[in-house]
């Protein structure tokens, strides 16, 4: 016979339990329409330049703002719900709009005066070139006989 494992199994015989219970169904069992959106990013690493990659949808390029300030990079926007299609009867909506806001710290090796940003795709890419000092370099020392 197979039992079913249930963590919460001890707290059943409490009052205050069942609360707790219900608040999390309703939370879990919500769209994700009201709950705050955050794109998913990629951070990597080449030699020359620091590249960010964030997923945004359907994200109108006026809308994504991009800043540096103090060593810290902010990528801000908004996905906009298209409530004035009222001919379609929506079942279900699970993906999220709305005002989104990401910070990253940028490290001292990157130059904040080339940074670049494109937009394609639904994908936007923030290239954060590094300082020349702080790219590698081989510097070849001869050996000599003595």
């Known amino acids: 016979m197979i039992t079913r494992y249930n963590p919460f199994a001890a707290l059943e015989h409490f009052p205050e339990s069942r609360l ?3 608040t999390l169904s309703r939370w879990l069992d919500e769209t994700t329409a009201g709950r705050p959106w955050t794109p998913p990013v990629d951070i990597f690493e080449t030699a020359n330049e620091v590249v960010l990659k964030a997923d945004v949808p359907e994200v109108d390029m006026k809308d994504i703002h991009i800043e540096l300030e103090n060593g810290t990079l902010t990528i801000k926007g908004q996905r906009k719900f298209e409530s004035e299609k009222k001919e379609k009867g929506y079942h279900r909506i699970e993906r999220s709009y ?4 990401r910070y990253f710290s940028v ?3 990157v130059d904040p005066e080339k940074i ?3 937009y394609s795709n639904g994908v936007l890419t923030v290239t954060l ?3 020349e000092i702080a790219k590698p370099r081989t510097v070849k020392v001869e050996l000599k006989a003595n």
């Not at 709305?98 to 806001?101: L, Q, V, Y």
Request: net charge neutral.
């Open 20 to 22: 707790f219970t219900d």
């Open 98 to 101: 709305g005002s989104f806001a």
């Open 107 to 109: 490290p001292d090796s």
């Open 116 to 118: 670049a940003a494109a």
């Open 129 to 131: 070139p590094k300082k």
